[in-house]
């Protein structure tokens, strides 16, 4: 290794050595009134005064953004201000109050890029597996059933219930969709959500679908609470759903829960539960996916929202003295983006930070540990140098001139500021980049340009953010890998 020469010394330094006088390291009135320099002082004070909390966790709550990738935090909080009418570069999320932050390493076992099986279930177990795979280790072989008894693993769930805690999950999703599954199910294979999902050979081999395995999980383990949609997996056709067996296990669930429980499947059903009535609730709102949010006119009057969800899960967990722990999912963060639509994107991360917001109202952070991170990225962009206040949604302008009006590529054609790496918007086969000179990028149902075409966008692998605060989250800081959210959080329940 060589070095370089020594450099002689700068003109101004040299000034001021010769002239002797010491150089005042008081900045200026106006650099001290700016108000980026008072809002960084006014946070430094705060970073100062914070002092971590040491003491044990009543409760803990792991909220997902599923999908949620650090662009789409940045861009959800510029959407979320400008919606708002405020500044959107310098508005904030909920969650990104939260004082503690590290960054989560989410390849799985065998991929660089996680589905979200293996990543929920790296959180939920401290065991990173392969892709398609749930509560199992990465001995497990894809959607082979003989593999599955041999490489279980508990999940936290388990572990909390069985220490007397109650537990709970909660998702826009299909309950038995890979995210909240990972609380309570043990499968080589994400897809068997429901008995007409799975092979003969599984069937034969002992195997059950997912949505069996939450109304038949071994007695004290089982789940509080469970909302979302997935209603059809536990129908039977002849009822409207889809389950081959004619097993009603909506049925099953009423027998096992017993009093004070209670089954919903309206918005309206879950309002009319008092707090403190219902210790347990199955709330199946839909019958696949619950709609996204931009969709609730026409598709989800009677559904509830995430945020409604959470309050209601939180009501019913906390009626047990001993605490509990919830997972909630923001679900459809990662549909929106699959589908190439920003607008779903955020969205839906705008409703995902009002649930946490509604939680962070209700909980004490004293005794409740709160983690709100993503199970992994997507290939979301937000690119070229549009003004500060450019609409997030609309065509890049150059911010040093945006008079001008949207910028151009080398193909004289203009972008949007956010696109996608992968999806539906990339050109087809031998086709150029469509022009949007003409476009209504704002349009909600407007797909964004991707470089690679795919029918449905691929996740993305670079790492996510975990925001924590409540005990023990100081706990989280630098870059980890995304198994070790489990060890924070059940080293903060004592289990
Ligand atoms: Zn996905």
């Given at each position: 290794m060589s070095y370089p020469a020594l450099r002689p010394l700068s003109g101004l330094l040299l000034a001021l050595t010769i002239s002797g006088t010491a150089l005042a390291a008081e900045p200026a009135a106006h650099q001290t009134s700016n108000p980026y320099y008072v809002s960084g002082l006014a946070t430094l004070n705060k970073a100062l005064a914070?002092?971590?909390?040491?003491?044990?966790?009543?409760?803990?709550?792991?909220?997902?953004?599923?999908?949620?990738?650090?662009?789409?935090?940045?861009?959800?909080?510029?959407?979320?201000?400008?919606?708002?009418?405020?500044d959107g570069a310098s508005n904030s999320l909920s969650f990104e109050a939260l004082p503690y932050l590290a960054l989560s390493k989410t390849y799985s076992h065998d991929s660089l890029v996680t589905d979200s099986a293996p990543s929920a279930s790296a959180m939920m177990t401290g065991v990173k597996t392969k892709n398609g795979m749930i509560g199992v280790d990465g001995s497990a072989r894809l959607n082979d059933c003989d593999s599955l008894n041999t490489s279980k693993v508990m999940t936290l769930a388990e572990m909390a219930k069985i220490a007397g805690r109650s537990t709970g999950a909660i998702t826009t999703t299909r309950i038995t969709h890979a995210t909240p599954a990972s609380a309570y199910a043990h499968t080589p294979f994400r897809d068997w959500e429901g008995d007409e999902?799975?092979?003969?050979?599984?069937?034969?081999?002992?195997?059950?679908?997912?949505?069996?395995?939450?109304?038949?999980?071994?007695?004290?383990?089982?789940?509080?609470?469970?909302?979302?949609?997935?209603?059809s997996r536990f129908r039977p056709k002849d009822q409207g759903g889809a389950r081959t067996d004619g097993r009603d296990l909506i049925k099953d669930w009423q027998n096992r829960a017993g009093p004070q429980s209670a089954y919903v499947s309206t918005a309206n059903e879950l309002a009319a539960i008092k707090p403190g009535q219902a210790h347990k609730i199955l709330g199946l709102f839909a019958e696949e996916h619950m709609p996204f949010e931009?969709?609730?006119?026409?598709?989800?009057?009677?559904?509830?929202?995430?945020?409604?969800?959470?309050?209601?899960?939180?009501d019913a967990l906390a009626t047990n003295p001993k605490g509990y722990f919830l997972m909630v999912e923001g679900g459809e963060i990662d549909m929106g983006s699959h589908g190439g639509n920003a607008y779903r994107t955020l969205?839906?991360?705008?409703?995902?930070?009002?649930?946490?917001?509604?939680?962070?109202?209700?909980?004490?952070?004293k005794d409740t540990l709160i983690i709100v991170t993503a199970d992994h990225s997507h290939g979301?962009?937000?690119s070229g140098y549009p003004s500060r206040n450019a609409p997030i949604l609309g065509l890049a302008d150059d911010s040093s001139?945006?008079?001008?009006?949207?910028?151009?590529?080398?193909?004289?054609?203009?972008?949007?500021?956010?696109?996608?790496?992968?999806?539906?918007?990339?050109p087809e086969a031998d086709k150029v980049r469509r022009d949007l000179s003409t476009v209504d990028t704002q349009d909600p149902n407007f797909t964004q340009q991707a470089t690679i075409p795919m029918i449905s966008a691929a996740h993305s692998g670079e790492d996510v953010a975990i925001f924590a605060g409540g005990p023990q989250a100081h706990l989280f800081h630098g870059v980890v890998e995304e198994s070790y959210i489990f060890q924070v959080m059940r080293h903060a329940l004592g289990l």
């Open positions: 914070q002092q971590p909390n040491t003491g044990k966790a009543k409760n803990v709550i792991l909220f997902i953004g599923d999908g949620m990738g650090i662009s789409t935090v940045t861009a959800a909080r510029i959407f979320a201000g400008q919606q708002a009418g405020r999902n799975m092979s003969s050979q599984a069937k034969a081999e002992g195997c059950i679908d997912i949505a069996r395995q939450l109304v038949e999980m071994p007695y004290g383990t089982t789940l509080d609470v469970a909302m979302g949609g997935g209603r931009a969709d609730r006119a026409t598709q989800g009057q009677d559904k509830p929202t995430l945020e409604a969800m959470t309050v209601a899960a939180i969205t839906e991360t705008v409703e995902f930070s009002k649930a946490v917001s509604a939680a962070l109202a209700k909980v004490n952070l979301l962009v937000l001139n945006p008079a001008r009006g949207p910028v151009k590529g080398i193909d004289g054609k203009p972008y949007s500021i956010l696109s996608f790496a992968t999806g539906p918007g990339g």
